[in-house]
């Protein structure tokens, strides 16, 4: 496989974590963004996950 599929999270609530941390099972694609209307919670999870 040449290249992954970049894929973001809308939404950083709880079950984004499950998202993040699943997502190295599919081969197929990167984590490569997050966002939330409470910046707060978008950044603590690029963190999280970065």
């Given at each position: 496989m040449a290249?992954?599929?970049g894929v973001g999270v809308i939404g950083c609530g709880n079950i984004?974590?499950?998202y993040f941390s699943?997502?190295?099972l599919f081969r197929?694609?990167?984590m490569?963004?997050?966002a939330?209307?409470?910046m707060d919670a978008a950044k603590a999870r690029a963190k999280?996950?970065?």
């Open positions: 290249d992954k599929l984004s974590k499950a699943l997502a190295p197929g694609i990167k490569r963004a997050c939330d209307i409470n999280e996950f970065k």
